[in-house]
């Protein structure tokens, strides 16, 4: 806890000195003529001298406005500006601090034949729910990328992972001249587009899909849109890289552009053995592998029951593929992408398991060895039509074709607490698998030309996916108990599944008067799953494999529904509003096992509402959850001589209901937000896992059933503040708290009890940045967890988990670079024997070279001091699991890049 108070203390320090150096100024915007006061007005300072944003704020209500912390002794210039007024300029320089009142400004209003005069162009201008900054106003290095031009942006916030935030908002898509740039990685762009191609950049709530804005606005993420500068109509550029090291260490890849006016075309390609996968942690913009790290941690979740979804291993990745747009005319645009990845990896892990049943605790080490190989191509695709203001059409596709192959190797050894031994386990799977899955979704909106508020909406679903498994399984069970058997298994499984799915819905809004609204919406579902399920087992006498009816199954479900939701809105003022609904569904379901025949019809009552107070939201709705088909399947499945499991045609659909508060504010001017939500939900007929335990052998069955509650709460708050009040020093931090409870059943010999799980954490942001020399980011988090049991023998657990991680960058003279990054996790319930504390320490020294520093030579050292573990700890019903997988270890790893760029003005 010493961290945090340390940063809030060195903020602290430096608010103080501001203050004491610093002139605030106030004043009063209202128009010429009605002598009314203005909201919203732009209020900005940029330095005379070359035009770079100082602070910028918004007027009030009451046309009011402040700017605290200006510099001494320097020209700045004042742009006041509103959308139809002509803009007002003032140039200012104090020579003391304090307070400066400017009095009242009053702003007239362009006439139709008014020349208006361009030379100089605000740095930042609000439109409608739109802000748009100009580039110009924010200087940067040469050769910077897009990401250090938009830290320099008031309001907006880049995580040390990429994570971008606007306001305290999250954003959702980062948009190329309002395209897609390879899909929703917003990383792909900031870490590779250079700024200086950069003309404004726009930034405007996430409403393609809510145009009604039914979505409350606390919960609305932000899309940034990168104008590109008009004078470049053609362009090519991008970057190449290649590095190699010790332990066989290697990466690989590139990024090429193409612009042409309404054409672009992107080109990406990847390969490496650093466990970089899929771009998306730093893969292609920072070589030298620093994010791949494993540590401790503590999962509360549970395990698979075959004992396979472990992590870890060391991965070998080669991914490619390509990004297309293309307007025609300025209503339809298109776009398509298309990725294919291959990943090979190998890896190792052990695990020991305390599995508590009454006065006896089963004990069991295990460890196990894969080689796995997946391959998948993906193509998506959009078109968006928008034959005029009043329509939009979208269409959506993707399919994705996917294989895999899997080495399985597994030794288990079983003791109990009283020093018997019970078994010996060993275990050989190769698995191969295939999937095709076919996506589209179609979306119709239209809004009436004559009656503000009447809008109409279609949108529709298709989802088709066919996939197939075969499975080999050899199993050996050796037993150390006397009324046990050993038992050896050759077994051969094949699982077929084709599932399909639609849906459409249609709603239709009308106001009935300015301040309500009454809409309703009519949708239909229809999903179609067939699973079938062949298990063999090995003949020695002939050799073949022999299919086993009552082990295999052929399980169909065809399912039915209709939903019909009246609405209303009813907005009391500009900032208040209530919105509720009833859905009424109707479900028609047909199951189809190998025996028998179940079918179930189901009528269900799902309120809603949501309650606006400016910035605060109460939300309430319920909703349903089916069982899956094959947790109904009357048929006892045999995995392996240790587990088995029965499915269950009695199950009944289980409600949720689900209720949240959340409250979000932003000041722009002190560029102070404060976010906060606490959520309950709770369940009825929720589906619980029966467990059924064999004390002397440890063999597993199990069912599931229907039970009553599962309450679940979440808290959180949070604040953040940025300190962008000078062109050299730039700072920012942010502190958020969280709490979760949950409790959840569980039944395991007929012994029923529940566990009661606590999370409470404080987590602290800092980050630095002094000209573009430095830049410095720390945080601190600490997490306790209580899980108590009230059934059986087990003993409360306790951990405590600390995180602390530094990132920083030093541009040194002479083209150098120097980053470090630091991550230290320390978790108290990781078992004797592994290192509760693993401290990864990360570091490289770069050379620019080349014009306007296009070559970069970098050497990387991953793991300093060759401390990286990853361990795990698993608390699940009656077990406690601990694991360590294979991970990457100290490497030295020498990587030279190239950006390149062709610009023409043509």
């Not at 910077?144 to 306001?167: R, Y």
Request: proline share 3%; with cysteine; glycine share 6%.
């Amino acid at each position: 806890m010493k961290f945090p108070l340390l940063v809030l203390l060195l903020v602290a320090c430096v608010s103080l000195s501001f203050a004491q150096n610093r002139a605030d100024i106030k004043g009063k915007v209202i128009d010429s003529a009605a002598k009314a006061p203005l909201e919203f007005a732009t209020v900005a300072l940029v330095n005379v001298k070359d035009s770079t944003l100082i602070s910028y704020t918004l007027s009030k209500r009451t046309g009011e406005f402040e700017l605290h912390n200006l510099p001494l002794k320097k020209d700045m210039r004042l742009l006041i500006s509103f959308v139809g007024y002509t803009t007002f300029r003032k140039v200012l320089n104090f020579d003391t601090g304090g307070d400066k009142n400017l009095g009242t400004i009053e702003l007239s209003s362009k006439m139709m034949d008014e020349v208006v005069i361009t030379a100089e162009r605000s740095p930042v201008v609000i439109k409608k729910d739109t802000i748009e900054f100009n580039a110009e106003a924010f200087k940067t290095r040469p050769n910077a990328v897009l990401e250090e031009l938009l830290k320099k942006l008031p309001g907006l916030e880049v995580s040390k992972d990429g994570a971008i935030t606007m306001n305290g908002k999250q954003v959702s898509k980062l948009l190329i001249d309002g395209k897609e740039f390879f899909g929703d990685n917003p990383q792909i762009a900031t870490k590779n587009l250079d700024a200086e191609i950069v003309s404004k950049i726009q930034v405007y709530d996430d409403r393609q899909n809510d145009p009604d804005h039914l979505i409350s606005e606390t919960k609305v993420p932000k899309i940034i849109n990168i104008k590109l500068k008009k004078a470049i109509k053609r362009s090519i550029f991008g970057k190449v890289f290649a590095g190699g090291g010790t332990r066989d260490r290697y990466e690989t890849g590139g990024l090429f552009n193409m612009f042409r006016d309404t054409l672009q075309v992107s080109i990406i390609g990847l390969s490496n053995n650093l466990n970089r996968t899929a771009f998306s942690n730093d893969e292609l913009y920072s070589q030298g592998g620093f994010n791949r790290g494993g540590g401790g941690g503590l999962w509360d979740g549970s395990v698979n029951t075959g004992g396979r979804n472990w992590g870890g291993g060391i991965e070998r990745i080669t991914s490619g593929g390509f990004n297309l747009n293309t307007d025609y005319g300025k209503k339809l645009k298109i776009n398509l992408l298309y990725f294919y990845t291959q990943r090979n990896n190998t890896g190792q892990a052990n695990q020991s398991v305390q599995q508590f049943l009454n006065d006896t605790t089963l004990l069991s080490t295990a460890n196990y060895t894969q080689k796995r190989t997946d391959q998948s191509h993906a193509i998506s695709g959009l078109v968006e039509w928008n034959p005029d203001t009043l329509r939009n059409i979208r269409y959506t596709p993707k399919i994705t074709i996917s294989n895999s192959a899997n080495g399985y190797n597994s030794f288990s050894d079983t003791y109990n607490n009283f020093g018997r031994h019970i078994n010996i386990n060993e275990g050989v799977s190769n698995n191969k698998s295939s999937s095709t899955n076919f996506n589209q979704d179609f979306y119709f909106y239209k809004r009436s030309r004559t009656k503000k508020g009447e809008s109409f909406n279609i949108s529709h679903n298709l989802s088709i996916n066919p996939n197939r498994s075969d499975n080999f399984n050899d199993n050996k069970l050796t037993t150390f108990w006397p009324t046990a058997s050993d038992s050896t298994t050759k077994r051969y499984v094949v699982n077929d599944n084709k599932s399909a799915s639609g849906s459409l819905a249609v709603s239709y809004r009308y106001p009935i008067t300015k301040k309500l609204t009454v809409d309703i919406v009519n949708s239909a579902n229809y999903a179609k799953n067939h699973e079938q399920l062949f298990t063999s087992d090995f003949d020695e006498s002939t050799g073949q494999y022999t299919l086993l009816p009552l082990q295999s199954s052929d399980l169909s479900r065809t399912q039915w529904s209709q939903t019909v939701r009246p609405g209303i809105t009813y907005q009391f003022t500009q900032r208040i509003s209530f919105i509720a609904g009833l859905s009424n569904q109707w479900q028609q379901i047909q199951n189809d096992f190998s025996y028998s025949k179940l079918n179930q019809r189901y009528f269900f009552t799902l309120p809603s509402f949501r309650l606006e107070l400016g910035s605060f939201s109460l939300n309430f709705d319920k909703s349903v959850n089916q069982p899956a088909v094959s947790q109904l399947q009357p048929v006892t499945i045999e995995y392996s001589p240790l587990y088995k499991f029965s499915g269950n045609p009695n199950l009944k659909p289980g409600t949720n209901t689900n209720a949240s508060i959340n409250f979000y504010k932003y000041n722009n001017e002190k560029q102070l937000g404060f976010n906060t939500y606490i959520s309950y939900s709770n369940s009825k007929n929720t589906i619980v896992q029966v467990q059924n335990i064999n004390q002397t052998t440890g063999a597993r069955a199990n069912t599931f059933v229907n039970r009553n509650g599962r309450p679940i709460y979440n808290g959180y708050m949070g604040i953040n503040k940025q300190f962008k009040k000078t062109k050299d020093l730039q700072a920012g931090m942010s502190t958020s708290f969280n709490g979760y409870y949950a409790e959840y059943l569980n039944i395991i010999n007929d012994d029923e009890g529940w566990q009661k799980t606590v999370n409470l954490g404080i987590n602290q942001n800092f980050n630095l940045g002094w000209k573009e020399k430095i830049d410095f980011n720390a945080g601190a988090g600490f997490r306790r967890n209580f899980t108590k049991y009230d059934y059986g023998n087990l003993n409360q657990v306790n951990a405590n988990t600390y995180n602390i991680n530094t990132n920083l960058i030093v541009r040194l003279p002479k083209k150098l670079v120097w980053e470090t990054k630091q991550d230290y996790n320390y978790n108290s319930q990781i078992s004797d024997g592994f290192r509760k504390g693993v401290n990864v320490i990360s570091t490289s020294l770069a050379l620019q070279m080349l014009k306007k520093d296009r070559g970069e030579l970098k050497v990387t050292v991953y793991d300093l001091f060759d401390q990286n573990i990853n361990v795990y700890r698993f608390a699940s019903a009656n077990s406690i699991i601990d694991m360590q997988n294979t991970t990457l270890k100290r490497y030295f790893l020498l990587t030279y890049s190239y950006k390149f760029n062709k610009m023409s003005t043509k």
